[in-house]
């Protein structure tokens, strides 16, 4: 439509986590010297709002909700989410960064599996207590052969594998085949034995990734996808009942 008219668009709103908004101003901000403009106007910088104001809004709103609301903040965690406050402490703290594969070590891949929705791969580097998540990978409505192939392309054809660790679904029955998810990946990836994990509550893994983040190092680039979405998984708010 805009293409018709040789129109323009404006993209204005508050930043509410790394959500489509946030994928837009990126585009804005690469594209500065073609036809894009991008600005940031923060409350602490433009003088808009009485400083009055702006105190009084710190009193009464977290700092999550304040730095989202008055000073245009992405990466302030949203309200609700589990992991929002690890994955600020991970960003201040330097632990998101450039992590490369380390040849010497074995890597591990975790597994989330889906066919309508997405199917995700973390993997992973262990060095005592330092979890390295060097790599990750999603999409959805494929296969398996599809993922274990992607393990061997690439910048991952280098990964030595150790171990492949579905969620506890990986035991289910394929009906075409009547085999297990994980008797189809063993015969599919490259190397590196499968294992299905035992089913647990949400709230028991929840709380062991809680535990675990504060230990992780994270590949920027390479688990970019995989980072937005520890950052925006969220509880829901049900406004009918007020929980």
Known sequence: ALSDRLGWAIFIGTPKGQNHFHNIYQVALKNLAHDWYAAKYKASETGVIPQTELDAARREMSKEEYDQEFECDFSAALLGAYYGKLMTVAEE???????????????????????????SVWFLQQVGQEYRLIDYLENSGEGLPWYAKALSEGDRKEYGYREHVLPHDGSVRDLSSGKKRSETLRGLVPSGKVYVAPKHQPETGINSARLLIPKCWFDRAKCEHGLKALRNYQKKWDGKNQI
Do not use: E, F, K, Q
């Open 93 to 119: 703290s330097g632990r998101i960064t450039n992590v490369p594969h380390d040849p010497a070590l074995p890597v591990d891949t975790y597994w989330d599996l889906g066919m309508d929705d997405s199917t």
